[in-house]
């Protein structure tokens, strides 16, 4: 027999009384096999055809990869693909594959087709939510083994929904302090680490002392303004260059009488 993975089992004895004897094959390769067979060492010219279809789907030998272990928060997406095989690593074709993932504001576009004659089927993956994701998947009702693992990273910081605020509202000039705080996110809510913030006032008189790390884990970086002229001050910041729409007001107040002796 033609193909790959057959069995055959050879007749037991001699043709009978009609000329006839009988074997069996089996196969674990799906496909089309040709049978022939010799008879005292002739070869018979007729052959047959036998299509060896795929087993069921096994849960252990299907898989499902992403083209990409990492995206980004709301602009990024991978593609999934799932392959149906049987125990026997055969494709199996017709599936219905359903996706699903762990987390938050995950969009799963499911796949516009049942599984083509290679097993495969593919769907889409993409959130707005930066957190790790496993994406697992059924095929022909069959809940498979292998996951695949997708990360979501924040985006670039946003200067739309950035903020900046201030400890308070009000100093006294020469001798109070207030603290700057700038978070930095990305277009779709997620804080981003990592981002150089810089404070920027249009008031010269203004003292801006920078933060001196970039963002943290929370997407968070502190400054300290100091005032020396009365009057209201407005703060602005910049993250990695980009000036945030969000800006803080600061009244500097006059510092007490001073008496000399």
Do not use: W
């Not at 069995?7 to 009384?17: F, I, M, N, S």
């Not at 499911?110 to 993956?125: C, E, L, R, Y």
């Not at 201030?166 to 779709?188: C, M, P, Y």
């Not at 001196?212 to 997407?219: L, M």
Request: cysteine-free; glycine content about 12%; overall charge negative.
């Amino acid at each position: 027999a033609t193909g790959a993975g057959n069995t055959l089992t050879q007749p037991a004895g001699v043709t009978d009384a009609n000329g006839q004897i009988t074997g069996t094959i089996a196969s674990t390769g799906a496909g089309a096999k040709t049978l022939s067979a010799t008879i005292n060492g002739t070869a018979v010219t007729q052959t047959a055809v036998l299509t060896v279809s795929a087993a069921a789907i096994s849960a252990t030998t299907s898989t499902i990869g992403v083209s990409s272990g990492t995206i980004s928060a709301g602009v990024g997406s991978a593609t999934v693909t799932v392959t149906a095989r049987d125990a026997f690593g055969n494709p199996v074709a017709g599936a219905t594959v359903v996706l699903s993932a762990t987390g938050d504001g995950n969009t799963v576009t499911q796949p516009a087709a049942v599984t083509n004659a290679s097993g495969v089927a593919t769907g889409s993956f993409s959130s707005s939510i930066s957190e790790a994701k496993t994406i697992s998947a059924t095929a022909g009702g069959v809940s498979l083994t292998q996951t695949a693992a997708v990360t979501v990273v924040p985006d670039a910081a946003s200067p739309t929904t950035s903020t900046v605020g201030i400890s308070t509202n009000s100093i006294v000039a020469g001798s109070d302090t207030a603290t700057v705080t700038v978070t930095a996110r990305d277009g779709s809510g997620n804080v981003v680490p990592g981002v150089a913030v810089a404070l920027a006032s249009g008031n010269a008189d203004l003292i801006l002392i920078q933060p001196t790390a970039n963002t943290d884990a929370n997407g968070v970086a502190t400054g300290r303004v100091v005032g020396t002229l009365v009057g209201s001050k407005t703060i602005s910041a910049t993250l990695n260059g980009v000036a945030a729409n969000a800006t803080v007001n600061v009244t500097v107040t006059p510092a007490g009488v001073s008496v000399d002796s």
